[in-house]
């Protein structure tokens, strides 16, 4: 398609042919299969089409019938993946023809009457081509050679993978994306060695999965009626591409690098296109697709918009490629692509600058198609605006929406993402999208509201609350708002789209009055919300002020009402009904109802509406002169009678205050409706006041309580007879009462005051008592009734004549009367009068609680069962502990067993309690104590810190009783208690070594911050449990004591101090170096102490140091015979205790073997090397000196020095290029001149001295190889290798003294990697991962570049001795060194043999070498980068040219001339070395493997401490990996279960109930998914540890071989399927979790050495995980 395009073909078409169909044209033709006269022969044959389900494709042919090719166009064919030179064309790229090979073996091409075929030869080890001329033909034009008769142009390409029929149908009709249908058919790729061609390794990598992978394809489901397969179905799409011209205009130094990375020149202008599906061409054809393709796929569906962000939007070269756009769209522009040609380079500094300008181009080109739209969204909606009558925002609903649909695609289609493979392309491209307008604060991007498309500044959050009351404020409409979240959520984040805020509502409130509805919205809106405003209560003035709503009226007429006006609501619970008339202050119902009274309270300050209030209003003259009689109180009796209703159920619960209001209020108004009209209250009479039938007796015409009628001075007959029958004596007190009840209500307040405060009731007299009477007051007497007699109270004499009923009892009976119609006027009630009088039914609490503390015992006893009994009922509501709590009333038990009376704080009722001496509540009260008498539980924390202090217990047994019911108490612990406790000496222990018996245990008094607690480690350990206290009361115990301090382990810090205080006692107790050993590692992991101790560690001789003796070695005779050096086993190695500045760093290897007698040396580990010399130790690097001394200099090169001269020069550079160091110098310094020599001698001594400790040692060795840099003048002379003619040369020897010179910070492994460089030929190396062209290239291009100036560079040093290496070139046009890693296009691939024919085709990295061991530094050896899908198939592509075959059988003998396209046959007997045909050994990976699983270990602390460490990876440079050490949290040891450690991040509160709330799927986690996995892999359970946090992508992570996993992620994924027992998913998820973290241990980068090992031990595992899973 893209040969077809550079073309300008007008006319495309693409055959698919089975094999059937290709013989039959054969025989119809007489011509090849290979030629395109095909079709129109078997069109007899159409009305019996083959079955698709079954057919297998057999060839592809593709004709365009634009230019033919030319003579270069053929030229450029045969060197396959060339490019055309013309920058715009399409194929300027060379990967049309290349891509090919993905399906085909042998592509025949012809065009112009000529033709091309390939064809393999040797074994399919080498391509050949060969061209010629088409013969004329007479039985079709298709395949006539004049190009006049026949303008196509073919490639025929025989599948060398057979495809059914129906696959490649459903394909090319459904795009990419594949219809979920249960069927799946399963195409399996052909063995290479049994046919199909070396291309068929491709065809996954082509098609998106990898090579050794089956192909998987998915058919479409079965029509219902099988479609007519001839049928043509028409389909289309309506779609926009706008376009930019963009102009290039780049200065000359950018113009000559650009051209040096592309090979090409720079276009002078390009077009930058953007293709744009509209809303309504969206819909019609996802519609379209719906109705014809819904079983296939649309046509169009990966062309038009990708709003559904499947990430099907491609940047298109002239072709698509896997880079994602971050929008909607496909984008097409003169991007620059990687070798592979499947994503943009942004790796080269230069093509990633003109990369990114095209992205930014892009953006101002989406930003201007997004402002276009919006305008005609804006011109439409104001047009709709200006038709309403008058002119409105709001316009037709449907139009409305079909605006904000069309709004809310724009925003979707321009929502950007992120973007793959490159980040850089969605950032960029979304940067520049934004800022190509104003800034983003000044809020001028354009979107849709409710109001039209307004400047963002303009608009507001949706707030749906708010849009019910604001109406004119411009908020986004609701379907943007949701439609298009992460939009929106951009522009508010940025400040474009702000909330609504305060002044938003203040001035539409100051524009228009709200409805009713609307302002029930608006005061929700503030009740809910505080303003955003310094001062709150001017913002509640404005707010007050601003709001006016309008209410209807009873009568139809709306009533505007300022919210300023209103001062009272009616609560739901007002004794005054709504449906009354109301003042107008008073806020309406149907607006209160919907708040709670406080609420109007607290934000308005507005009151409950009281009674007098409402009266005020209708004696008000408003109501009165009202034309509404129905509602006038001196006008209707009904709705006096009403208000007297009201009134009266008001009347008990008003003040005094409030009543003398209202009766002053009515006295003065004619409300008493009487037999002669509406009177006043003083002018009305009583109906039993009938003396004159005359009179203005009162006339409801309901019932209406007298007494209410009294209050506002009703007529009453006088009270006189009582008091003088109580004076004489004559009545007794039953008839006292009878005829007070009687008279009841005429008695006035002060009658009836005058009754309760005279002593005439009689008291119950004991029955040997005296005849006088004593009488007393009503309120001094209780009701006569058994319970009350035993209280010893005083009683109510009422006489046997009657009997005293309750007044429960009398309500029974009026009621039953009332029932049998029987006249009740009269009806004695004297129980309730009394009561009315005073007379008390029941004692007060504090009668009670004083009788329950009294002397006497029984009486005791009764009061409080009374007062138990009674409780709920009576005394719950005024029953408060803090009232008595002085009064010892509870009866209780001391922990010895005696019983008293306690207050409250004294007493608790938790039996365990009694454990620490505190008392108890009697155990037969203990139910109502807790419910009713309200006794605590447990003691206060405040009360069992003093007995801790002063009782804690003397040993263990009693102390874990103690801590174990403390331990359900931490939760009422502060932590300033905490802190107390933490040096309170509180815990015993036994002194003993651990193991004794208890008998002979003797418990010492510790403090929880000295213990720590006992476990499997620290108990087995000596050193420790000998140094400190290790405590194991118990797991429920353990809490309470963690929470006081104690902890797991001792800190590394407390380890370290203990150390220095005994270092020989702590060697004695390590059992060891080894042990020792341990403990420093421990100690220099850590490397985060105290300045003094830091001092005191340098002082103490604590550091172990070893010294080599050499062993003499004697043969069977017992003669000493020589030594064998670099055998550990030759020497006896002696350990010693010294100080820091006592022992060295070996640094040198070659150095310590010659003085190891008299050194001792720390141990060589990285992390020890570095705590020595952090607190002392010196280098052993930095305490000799080397002389050389040559004998018998040449004096002119051997052959020797000079091929060892060239060797350096050639590889200096891609060891430089592969350590990514710097260098001393340039590189190409070596190269200039004489400043590098290489001159033999006879022989070369090398002389070390040492000078350590007051001592000074001298060793003399031979050497093969040395060098040295002259000093000239200051400055750098030239560099000299001295190599020795007597001795064979030593690689290592010539690398380490060149190093040693010309680095700036020179490693042993850097001597290692170039002796390996130097030792090794380039196509090993070149095999082993070492970019071995594209260095060899570069310096090429280096030199040609720098020959003038190099020219110009030796005058000057002729003319001045001694120019300075040092100094930098200055020329800026040159390229950068290779030490700093210029990111160049690479090179080509390389083929076996030098004699070979190379094709001429695109760069590559090379192929993936296999990994290698690490090198001891940690880094692999060679530079192991990853690849991308299509580099990986490049670099397939790239070793099938150089394997062996033949040319295919039945290829025809063409007339044409050979042309040889791979290499010859001669580079297959190239001879190998055997470092090139090594692969590592499956031993060697097992190895590496047991040794990756045995590093795992126990995580001893209790608190992980992880920073999040971002180390630079050499290997992952380019692909921007990062080695990561753990997450930046902290996690804290919490328990143990199942024998896995469990951890909380520090950030998560409540860690306990966090435990708690954890523990189901905690025990889930390690039981059925750990458990069986350190099974598989042998890990022993205390190196696996389990964590949780609340945040973060951190699944598992490797802390020094310690590995953690994440509950969290458990719980999110798997712990639902592993409830129903189905743990076959998280199994294999945590297997490879594990797996990931073990190849840590291996490898800490995550680059290709660690994926390899991964797979490594996932594949050595994974029979071991099939029988777990066919278990579970």
Same mark, same amino acid.
Request: aromatic residues 8%; proline residues 7%; glycine residues 6%.
């Given at each position: 398609?893209?040969?077809?395009?550079?073309?300008?073909?007008?006319?495309?078409?693409?055959?698919?042919?089975?094999?059937?169909?290709?013989?039959?044209?054969?025989?119809?033709?007489?011509?090849?299969?290979?030629?395109?006269?095909?079709?129109?022969?078997?069109?007899?044959?159409?009305?019996?089409?083959?079955?698709?389900?079954?057919?297998?494709?057999?060839?592809?042919?593709?004709?365009?019938?634009?230019?033919?090719?030319?003579?270069?166009?053929?030229?450029?064919?045969?060197?396959?993946?060339?490019?055309?030179?013309?920058?715009?064309?399409?194929?300027?790229? +060379?990967?049309?023809?290349?891509?090919?090979?993905?399906?085909?073996?042998?592509?025949?091409?012809?065009?112009?009457?000529?033709?091309?075929?390939?064809?393999?030869?040797?074994?399919?080890?080498?391509?050949?081509?060969?061209?010629?001329?088409?013969?004329?033909?007479?039985?079709?034009?298709?395949?006539?050679?004049?190009?006049?008769?026949?303008?196509?142009?073919?490639?025929?390409?025989?599948?060398?993978?057979?495809?059914?029929?129906?696959?490649?149908?459903?394909?090319?009709?459904?795009?990419?994306?594949?219809?979920?249908?249960?069927?799946?058919?399963?195409?399996?790729?052909?063995?290479?060695?049994?046919?199909?061609? =070396?291309?068929?390794?491709?065809?996954?990598?082509?098609?998106?999965?990898?090579?050794?992978?089956?192909?998987?394809?998915?058919?479409?489901?079965?029509?219902?009626?099988?479609?007519?397969?001839?049928?043509?179905?028409?389909?289309?799409?309506?779609?926009?591409?706008?376009?930019?011209?963009?102009?290039?205009?780049?200065?000359?130094?950018?113009?000559?690098?650009?051209?040096?990375?592309?090979?090409?020149?720079?276009?002078?202008?390009?077009?930058?296109?953007?293709?744009?599906?509209?809303?309504?061409?969206?819909?019609?054809?996802?519609?379209?697709?719906?109705?014809?393709?819904?079983?296939?796929?649309?046509?169009?569906?990966?062309?038009?918009?990708?709003?559904?962000?499947? +990430?099907?939007?491609?940047?298109?070269?002239?072709?698509?490629?896997?880079?994602?756009?971050?929008?909607?769209?496909? #984008?097409?522009?003169?991007?620059?692509?990687?070798?592979?040609?499947?994503?943009?380079?942004?790796? !080269?500094?230069?093509?990633?600058?003109?990369?990114?300008?095209?992205?930014?181009?892009?953006?101002?080109?989406?930003?201007?198609?997004?402002?276009?739209?919006?305008?005609?969204?804006?011109?439409?909606?104001?047009?709709?605006?200006?038709?309403?009558?008058?002119?409105?925002?709001?316009?037709?609903?449907?139009?409305?929406?079909?605006?904000?649909?069309?709004?809310?695609?724009?925003?979707?289609?321009?929502?950007?993402?992120?973007?793959?493979?490159?980040?850089? %392309?969605?950032? *960029?491209?979304?940067?520049?999208?934004?800022?190509?307008?104003?800034?983003?604060?000044?809020?001028?991007?354009?979107?849709?509201?409710?109001?039209?498309?307004?400047?963002?500044?303009? #608009?507001?959050?949706?707030?749906?609350?708010?849009?019910?009351?604001?109406?004119?404020?411009?908020?986004?409409?609701?379907?943007?708002?949701?439609?298009?979240?992460?939009?929106?959520?951009?522009?508010?984040?940025?400040?474009?789209?702000?909330?609504?805020?305060?002044?938003?509502?203040?001035?539409?409130?100051?524009?228009?009055?709200?409805?009713?509805?609307?302002?029930?919205?608006?005061?929700?809106?503030?009740?809910?919300?505080?303003?955003?405003?310094?001062?709150?209560?001017?913002?509640?003035?404005?707010?007050?002020?601003?709001?006016?709503?309008?209410?209807?009226?009873?009568? +139809?007429?709306?009533?505007?009402?300022?919210?300023?006006?209103?001062?009272?609501?009616?609560?739901?619970?007002?004794?005054?009904?709504?449906?009354?008339?109301?003042?107008?202050?008073?806020?309406?119902?149907?607006?209160?109802?919907?708040?709670?009274?406080?609420?109007?309270?607290?934000?308005?300050?507005?009151?409950?509406?009281?009674?007098?209030?409402?009266?005020?209003?209708?004696?008000?003259?408003?109501?009165?002169?009202?034309?509404?009689?129905?509602?006038?109180?001196?006008?209707?009796?009904?709705?006096?009678?009403?208000?007297?209703?009201?009134?009266?159920?008001?009347?008990?619960?008003?003040?005094?205050?409030?009543?003398?209001?209202?009766?002053?209020?009515?006295?003065?108004?004619?409300?008493?409706?009487?037999?002669?009209?509406?009177?006043?209250?003083?002018?009305? @009479?009583?109906?039993?006041?009938?003396?004159?039938?005359?009179?203005?007796?009162?006339?409801?015409?309901?019932?209406?309580?007298?007494?209410?009628?009294?209050?506002?001075?009703?007529?009453?007959?006088?009270?006189?007879?009582?008091?003088?029958?109580?004076?004489?004596?004559?009545?007794?007190?039953?008839?006292?009462?009878?005829?007070?009840?009687?008279?009841?209500?005429?008695?006035?307040?002060?009658?009836?005051?005058?009754?309760?405060?005279?002593?005439? =009731?009689?008291?119950?007299?004991?029955?040997?008592?005296?005849?006088?009477?004593?009488?007393?007051?009503?309120?001094?007497?209780?009701?006569?009734?058994?319970?009350?007699?035993?209280?010893?109270?005083?009683?109510?004499?009422?006489?046997?004549?009657?009997?005293?009923?309750?007044?429960?009892?009398?309500? $029974?009976?009026?009621?039953?009367?009332?029932?049998?119609?029987?006249?009740?006027?009269?009806?004695?009630?004297?129980?309730?009068?009394?009561?009315?009088?005073?007379?008390?039914?029941?004692?007060?609490?504090?009668? #009670?609680?004083?009788?329950?503390?009294?002397?006497?015992?029984?009486?005791?006893?009764?009061?409080?069962?009374?007062?138990?009994?009674?409780?709920?009922?009576?005394?719950?509501?005024?029953?408060?502990?803090?009232?008595?709590?002085?009064?010892?009333?509870?009866?209780?038990?001391?922990?010895?067993?005696?019983?008293?009376?306690?207050?409250?704080?004294?007493?608790?009722?938790?039996?365990?309690?009694?454990?620490?001496?505190?008392?108890?509540?009697?155990?037969?009260?203990?139910?109502?104590?807790?419910?009713?008498?309200?006794?605590?539980?447990?003691?206060?924390?405040?009360?069992?810190?003093?007995?801790?202090?002063?009782?804690? &217990?003397?040993?263990?047994?009693?102390?874990?009783?103690?801590?174990?019911?403390?331990?359900?108490?931490?939760?009422?612990?502060?932590?300033?208690?905490?802190?107390?406790?933490?040096?309170?000496?509180?815990?015993?222990?036994?002194?003993?070594?651990?193991?004794?018996?208890?008998?002979?245990?003797?418990?010492?008094?510790?403090?929880?911050?000295?213990?720590?607690?006992?476990?499997?480690?620290?108990?087995?350990?000596? #050193?420790?449990?000998?140094?400190?206290?290790?405590?194991?009361?118990?797991?429920?115990?353990?809490?309470?004591?963690?929470?006081?301090?104690?902890?797991?382990?001792?800190?590394?810090?407390?380890?370290?101090?203990?150390?220095?205080?005994?270092?020989? /006692?702590?060697?004695?107790?390590?059992?060891?170096?080894?042990?020792?050993?341990?403990?420093?590692?421990?100690?220099?992991?850590?490397?985060?102490?105290?300045?003094?101790?830091?001092?005191?560690?340098?002082?103490?001789?604590?550091?172990?140091?070893?010294?080599?003796?050499?062993?003499?070695?004697?043969?069977?005779?017992?003669?000493?015979?020589?030594?064998?050096?670099?055998?550990?086993? *030759?020497?006896?190695?002696?350990?010693?205790?010294?100080?820091?500045?006592?022992?060295?760093?070996?640094?040198?290897?070659?150095?310590?073997?010659?003085?190891?007698?008299?050194?001792?040396?720390?141990?060589?580990?990285?992390?020890?090397?570095?705590?020595?010399?952090?607190?002392?130790?010196?280098?052993?690097?930095?305490?000799?000196?080397?002389?050389?001394?040559?004998?018998?200099?040449?004096?002119?090169?051997?052959?020797?020095?000079?091929?060892?001269?060239?060797?350096?020069?050639?590889? =200096?550079?891609?060891?430089?290029?592969?350590?990514?160091?710097?260098?001393?110098?340039?590189?190409?310094?070596?190269?200039?001149?004489?400043?590098?020599?290489?001159?033999?001698?006879?022989?070369?001594?090398?002389?070390?001295?040492?000078?350590?400790?007051?001592?000074?040692?001298?060793?003399?060795?031979?050497?093969?190889?040395?060098?040295?840099?002259?000093?000239?003048?200051?400055?750098?002379?030239?560099?000299?290798?001295?190599?020795?003619?007597? !001795?064979?040369?030593?690689?290592?020897?010539?690398?380490?003294?060149?190093?040693?010179?010309?680095?700036?910070?020179?490693?042993?492994?850097?001597?290692?990697?170039?002796?390996?460089?130097?030792?090794?030929?380039? /196509?090993?190396?070149?095999?082993?991962?070492?970019?071995?062209?594209?260095?060899?290239?570069?310096?090429?291009?280096?030199?040609?570049?720098?020959? $003038?100036?190099?020219?110009?560079?030796?005058?000057?040093?002729?003319?001045?001795?001694?120019?300075?290496?040092?100094?930098?070139?200055?020329?800026?046009?040159? &390229?950068?060194?290779?030490?700093?890693?210029?990111?160049?296009?690479?090179?080509?691939?390389?083929?076996?043999?030098?004699?070979?024919?190379?094709?001429?085709?695109?760069?590559?990295?090379?192929?993936?070498?296999? %990994?290698?061991?690490?090198?001891? !530094?940690?880094?692999?050896? $060679?530079?192991?980068?990853?690849?991308?899908?299509?580099?990986?198939?490049?670099?397939?592509?790239?070793?099938?040219?150089?394997?062996?075959?033949?040319?295919?059988?039945?290829?025809?003998?063409?007339?044409?001339?050979?042309?040889?396209?791979?290499?010859?046959?001669?580079?297959?007997?190239?001879?190998?070395?055997?470092?090139?045909?090594?692969?590592?050994?499956?031993?060697?990976?097992?190895?590496?493997?047991?040794?990756?699983?045995?590093?795992?270990?126990?995580?001893?602390?209790?608190?992980?401490?992880?920073?999040?460490?971002?180390?630079?990876?050499?290997?992952?440079?380019?692909?921007?990996?990062?080695?990561?050490?753990?997450?930046?949290?902290?996690?804290?040891?919490?328990?143990?279960?199942?024998?896995?450690?469990?951890?909380?991040?520090?950030?998560?509160?409540?860690?306990?109930?966090?435990? $708690?709330?954890?523990?189901?799927?905690?025990?889930?986690?390690?039981?059925?998914?750990?458990?069986?996995?350190?099974?598989?892999?042998?890990? &022993?359970?205390?190196?696996?540890?389990?964590? @949780?946090?609340?945040?973060?992508?951190?699944?598992?992570?490797?802390?020094?071989?310690?590995?953690?996993?994440?509950?969290?992620?458990?719980?999110?994924?798997?712990?639902?399927?592993?409830?129903?027992?189905?743990?076959?998913?998280?199994?294999?998820?945590?297997?490879?979790?594990?797996?990931?973290?073990?190849?840590?241990?291996?490898?800490?980068?995550?680059?290709?050495?660690?994926?390899?090992?991964?797979?490594?031990?996932?594949?050595?595992?994974?029979?071991?995980?099939?029988?777990?899973?066919?278990?579970?």
């Amino acid at each position: 398609m893209d040969n077809a395009d550079d073309a300008g073909a007008k006319n495309v078409e693409i055959h698919f042919k089975t094999r059937a169909f290709s013989e039959s044209a054969k025989e119809h033709s007489g011509v090849t299969a290979k030629s395109s006269a095909t079709t129109e022969a078997a069109s007899s044959n159409r009305s019996k089409l083959p079955d698709l389900t079954k057919e297998l494709l057999h060839q592809w042919e593709f004709k365009n019938d634009g230019v033919p090719f030319r003579e270069e166009d053929w030229n450029r064919l045969k060197k396959i993946a060339e490019g055309n030179p013309d920058e715009q064309k399409i194929g300027a790229f +060379g990967v049309g023809f290349y891509s090919l090979f993905s399906v085909t073996d042998e592509p025949f091409v012809t065009s112009g009457g000529q033709w091309m075929g390939f064809y393999w030869k040797d074994n399919k080890d080498q391509l050949f081509a060969r061209r010629g001329a088409l013969p004329p033909s007479n039985t079709s034009a298709s395949v006539d050679p004049n190009p006049k008769v026949n303008p196509w142009t073919s490639f025929v390409m025989p599948l060398h993978l057979h495809i059914q029929a129906k696959v490649l149908r459903w394909t090319y009709h459904t795009g990419t994306e594949k219809p979920k249908v249960p069927a799946r058919l399963v195409i399996t790729k052909p063995a290479a060695a049994t046919g199909g061609g =070396f291309f068929a390794s491709l065809f996954g990598s082509m098609a998106g999965t990898r090579a050794p992978e089956p192909i998987t394809a998915t058919p479409p489901a079965a029509a219902p009626n099988e479609p007519d397969l001839l049928e043509i179905v028409e389909s289309s799409v309506g779609m926009t591409v706008y376009a930019a011209r963009v102009d290039v205009k780049l200065d000359k130094k950018f113009l000559t690098e650009l051209e040096r990375a592309t090979k090409k020149q720079p276009p002078a202008t390009c077009i930058y296109s953007l293709i744009y599906t509209g809303k309504d061409e969206y819909d019609a054809s996802r519609d379209e697709d719906e109705r014809n393709f819904k079983t296939t796929g649309g046509v169009f569906q990966g062309l038009r918009a990708d709003l559904d962000r499947a +990430g099907t939007s491609r940047v298109f070269i002239g072709h698509a490629t896997s880079q994602s756009t971050g929008i909607g769209g496909h #984008v097409s522009a003169r991007f620059i692509p990687t070798v592979e040609r499947e994503s943009i380079d942004f790796v !080269d500094r230069n093509v990633s600058k003109w990369n990114k300008e095209l992205l930014y181009v892009g953006g101002y080109l989406a930003r201007a198609v997004y402002e276009y739209q919006l305008s005609s969204i804006k011109t439409l909606w104001e047009e709709a605006s200006k038709s309403t009558a008058p002119p409105s925002d709001d316009i037709d609903e449907t139009l409305r929406l079909w605006l904000e649909g069309k709004c809310l695609h724009a925003l979707r289609f321009f929502t950007f993402y992120n973007t793959t493979p490159s980040a850089v %392309v969605g950032t *960029d491209t979304e940067a520049a999208f934004f800022s190509c307008g104003k800034p983003l604060q000044q809020g001028e991007f354009p979107i849709l509201s409710t109001s039209g498309v307004k400047a963002s500044a303009q #608009v507001r959050a949706w707030e749906p609350q708010m849009r019910l009351f604001l109406k004119k404020v411009p908020m986004l409409p609701e379907g943007i708002a949701n439609g298009a979240p992460s939009m929106i959520s951009f522009l508010r984040e940025w400040g474009m789209v702000l909330p609504v805020n305060f002044q938003d509502v203040i001035a539409e409130l100051s524009d228009r009055a709200l409805a009713e509805e609307e302002m029930l919205e608006c005061l929700k809106w503030r009740m809910s919300s505080q303003p955003n405003q310094p001062n709150v209560s001017t913002a509640h003035e404005q707010f007050v002020q601003a709001a006016v709503f309008s209410v209807r009226g009873a009568d +139809g007429v709306d009533r505007v009402v300022p919210l300023s006006t209103i001062k009272t609501f009616l609560s739901p619970g007002n004794i005054v009904p709504p449906t009354c008339p109301l003042p107008q202050h008073t806020l309406p119902f149907e607006l209160g109802k919907h708040f709670k009274p406080d609420q109007l309270r607290q934000f308005f300050g507005w009151t409950d509406l009281n009674v007098v209030q409402w009266a005020e209003y209708l004696v008000s003259e408003e109501m009165l002169s009202s034309s509404d009689i129905e509602k006038n109180v001196t006008k209707s009796p009904v709705f006096s009678e009403r208000v007297f209703i009201i009134l009266a159920r008001a009347w008990g619960s008003l003040p005094n205050k409030q009543m003398q209001q209202i009766a002053e209020l009515l006295r003065g108004v004619t409300v008493i409706p009487t037999k002669t009209g509406m009177r006043k209250p003083a002018e009305a @009479y009583f109906s039993n006041a009938n003396v004159f039938p005359d009179l203005p007796t009162v006339m409801f015409p309901g019932a209406v309580i007298k007494g209410n009628l009294e209050k506002v001075d009703c007529c009453r007959p006088m009270f006189t007879l009582m008091l003088t029958m109580i004076n004489t004596g004559d009545w007794g007190v039953q008839e006292l009462v009878k005829y007070l009840v009687a008279v009841r209500t005429t008695l006035t307040p002060v009658e009836m005051t005058k009754l309760q405060h005279t002593a005439a =009731f009689p008291r119950e007299s004991p029955e040997d008592s005296s005849k006088h009477i004593d009488r007393r007051k009503p309120s001094a007497l209780y009701e006569p009734t058994d319970a009350l007699r035993d209280l010893g109270l005083p009683i109510l004499d009422w006489g046997t004549q009657h009997k005293w009923r309750p007044a429960s009892e009398e309500g $029974a009976e009026k009621s039953c009367l009332l029932l049998l119609d029987t006249k009740i006027d009269s009806f004695l009630d004297p129980a309730k009068f009394l009561r009315e009088l005073g007379l008390q039914s029941f004692p007060s609490l504090a009668t #009670v609680l004083a009788l329950a503390a009294g002397p006497d015992l029984d009486l005791r006893r009764k009061a409080l069962t009374y007062l138990l009994e009674n409780f709920t009922a009576r005394y719950a509501a005024t029953y408060h502990v803090s009232d008595y709590m002085n009064l010892a009333y509870i009866p209780s038990l001391r922990s010895d067993g005696t019983a008293f009376l306690a207050k409250h704080g004294e007493v608790f009722l938790n039996p365990e309690c009694a454990l620490l001496g505190f008392s108890l509540v009697e155990p037969s009260l203990r139910a109502d104590a807790l419910s009713k008498l309200q006794v605590a539980k447990d003691p206060p924390t405040n009360l069992i810190m003093p007995v801790l202090a002063k009782s804690a &217990p003397q040993n263990e047994s009693l102390a874990q009783q103690w801590f174990e019911y403390l331990t359900g108490r931490i939760a009422d612990f502060t932590g300033e208690q905490f802190a107390q406790l933490r040096e309170m000496a509180i815990v015993p222990a036994s002194s003993a070594a651990v193991g004794a018996a208890p008998a002979s245990r003797k418990a010492t008094m510790y403090k929880p911050g000295e213990c720590f607690f006992r476990n499997e480690r620290n108990s087995s350990t000596v #050193v420790h449990s000998n140094l400190f206290t290790f405590i194991d009361f118990g797991g429920k115990a353990n809490v309470f004591l963690r929470a006081c301090g104690v902890k797991n382990e001792p800190s590394v810090p407390e380890v370290a101090a203990s150390l220095l205080n005994d270092p020989k /006692r702590f060697l004695e107790l390590a059992g060891g170096p080894r042990g020792y050993l341990d403990e420093l590692r421990q100690i220099a992991a850590h490397q985060n102490f105290q300045p003094a101790l830091i001092q005191q560690m340098k002082r103490t001789p604590f550091l172990l140091g070893s010294r080599r003796t050499p062993r003499p070695v004697t043969d069977k005779h017992g003669l000493a015979i020589g030594e064998e050096e670099g055998e550990e086993e *030759d020497y006896d190695i002696t350990y010693d205790l010294l100080r820091p500045d006592q022992i060295i760093v070996v640094d040198d290897t070659n150095a310590y073997s010659l003085f190891s007698e008299a050194l001792y040396g720390a141990p060589q580990e990285d992390l020890l090397e570095g705590f020595y010399m952090f607190i002392g130790s010196p280098r052993l690097s930095s305490l000799t000196a080397e002389e050389y001394q040559p004998r018998q200099i040449e004096n002119q090169p051997s052959r020797l020095a000079t091929e060892t001269r060239a060797l350096i020069l050639q590889r =200096f550079p891609l060891f430089l290029h592969e350590r990514n160091a710097p260098c001393r110098f340039r590189p190409d310094w070596l190269a200039t001149g004489n400043n590098f020599q290489v001159r033999g001698c006879g022989k070369l001594n090398l002389v070390r001295t040492l000078n350590f400790g007051g001592k000074r040692l001298t060793k003399v060795q031979e050497a093969s190889a040395a060098a040295e840099l002259a000093t000239r003048f200051g400055s750098s002379g030239p560099l000299s290798l001295f190599i020795s003619t007597q !001795d064979k040369l030593d690689m290592y020897e010539v690398a380490h003294s060149i190093c040693k010179l010309l680095l700036k910070n020179h490693k042993v492994n850097d001597s290692l990697l170039f002796m390996t460089i130097l030792s090794t030929d380039l /196509r090993a190396l070149r095999r082993r991962g070492f970019n071995v062209d594209r260095i060899i290239h570069q310096q090429k291009v280096e030199q040609r570049l720098m020959a $003038a100036q190099r020219v110009a560079e030796e005058q000057s040093l002729a003319q001045m001795p001694g120019a300075d290496p040092f100094q930098p070139a200055p020329a800026p046009s040159l &390229p950068p060194p290779l030490n700093e890693k210029a990111r160049l296009p690479p090179p080509p691939g390389g083929l076996r043999g030098a004699k070979a024919a190379a094709i001429p085709r695109a760069s590559s990295p090379p192929p993936q070498s296999a %990994v290698r061991p690490p090198s001891p !530094d940690g880094r692999t050896i $060679a530079s192991s980068r990853s690849k991308t899908v299509a580099s990986n198939a490049l670099n397939s592509l790239k070793d099938r040219f150089i394997r062996k075959g033949g040319i295919p059988n039945g290829f025809p003998s063409l007339p044409g001339s050979d042309s040889t396209l791979a290499g010859a046959g001669a580079s297959s007997s190239a001879p190998r070395g055997d470092e090139e045909a090594r692969v590592t050994p499956t031993n060697d990976i097992d190895r590496n493997i047991r040794t990756a699983i045995a590093a795992c270990r126990a995580e001893k602390s209790s608190v992980v401490a992880n920073r999040q460490q971002m180390t630079t990876v050499k290997e992952s440079l380019d692909d921007g990996y990062c080695d990561i050490s753990g997450a930046d949290n902290d996690f804290s040891l919490i328990s143990t279960v199942d024998g896995y450690r469990f951890y909380v991040a520090k950030d998560v509160p409540s860690p306990q109930q966090t435990m $708690a709330s954890k523990l189901p799927a905690l025990t889930r986690f390690a039981s059925a998914i750990i458990k069986p996995l350190a099974q598989v892999y042998k890990l &022993p359970s205390t190196s696996i540890h389990i964590f @949780y946090d609340l945040h973060g992508g951190l699944i598992a992570f490797n802390r020094n071989g310690s590995l953690f996993l994440n509950l969290r992620y458990y719980e999110s994924w798997h712990d639902a399927e592993v409830q129903e027992n189905q743990t076959h998913k998280a199994l294999i998820s945590w297997y490879h979790s594990l797996a990931h973290e073990i190849a840590h241990n291996l490898v800490h980068p995550h680059n290709a050495e660690h994926e390899f090992y991964f797979s490594a031990i996932c594949e050595s595992h994974l029979m071991d995980l099939v029988r777990i899973l066919a278990a579970a």
